[in-house]
């Protein structure tokens, strides 16, 4: 009898330390999700001598692979400058919105995000083929996803076909994973709506390709010490009862 209150005891006291262990667990990735957002800033200024790694690169580039998009459209490229050529390039397309160019090359990488002009059947078809690859769908929910999704991307898109708005709407999701991931990895970053669309449009045509545009850019890479004046600024932000309301 005494053995077993023992065991009993035992078993109820590993259990106890399971579930104290997994509350604190959570508690410190709430902390951490919390601190990444606090500690985040946009970067003013780069130290060009310093380079993301390769292994984060690879990491940045899954992220936003894996970001989630209406109807799983994915309907991006991302474009990421690291050369030095095309740094240049890049600042080429800086006739105006000077204030970002020295980001085009100080920074240690360049990522366009474009997105699909006109989203087609035809596009979202090739959604559905990775999906049907991958064992997410049989026959029968690929012909009823290619009727009933799509249904939306041509709800949102005008006489001609263009739904860019919507496209672009995704293209922000990306952003949003990506600046998180980025904080993570403790890399600095600097979203850049600063950019010239038509220039890049030329410039990067062949990269690009048909039907795709870029409208924003994100720099990343390593503030420059005693120079990046917004780096230990207070964050600032509305208080929660101005912007969430519980119901």
């Known amino acids: 009898m005494k053995n077993r209150i023992l065991i009993l005891a035992v078993v109820a006291g590993i259990l106890g330390a399971c579930t104290q262990k997994e509350e604190t667990s959570n508690v410190s990735v709430g902390n951490q999700i919390i601190k990444d ?60 919105y000077k204030f970002n160019k020295p980001h085009a090359t100080d920074a240690s990488e360049i990522i366009l995000f474009a ?13 559905l083929d990775a999906s049907m690859a991958a064992g997410r769908l049989n026959q029968k929910g690929y012909d009823k996803r290619l009727e ?3 249904g939306f991307a041509k709800m949102v898109a005008d006489e001609n076909g263009n739904n860019g708005h919507w496209t672009k709407a995704q293209t922000y999701i990306a952003l949003g994973n990506v600046l998180h991931a980025l904080a993570r990895l403790n890399i600095d970053s600097t979203p850049m709506e600063g950019v010239n669309a038509d220039e890049i449009q030329k410039e990067f045509a062949k990269e690009l390709g048909d039907d795709y545009e870029c409208t924003f850019a994100l720099a990343i890479g390593y503030h420059k010490d005693g120079k990046d004046y917004n780096r230990k600024l207070p964050k600032a932000r509305m208080a929660k009862e101005d912007v969430i309301t519980e119901l």
């Open 148 to 150: 009933a999704s799509f």
């Open 37 to 96: 957002m606090n500690t985040r800033y946009t970067a003013k200024v780069y130290d060009k001598t310093k380079r993301v790694s390769l292994e984060d690169l690879t990491t940045i580039e899954e992220v936003l692979r894996l970001s989630p998009s209406s109807i799983n459209s994915q309907p991006w490229k991302f474009i990421v400058i690291r050369s030095d050529e095309a740094k240049q390039r890049f600042a080429s397309t800086f006739k105006k």
């Open 115 to 127: 997105n699909k002009v006109h989203f087609s059947k035809e596009d979202y078809k090739k959604r």
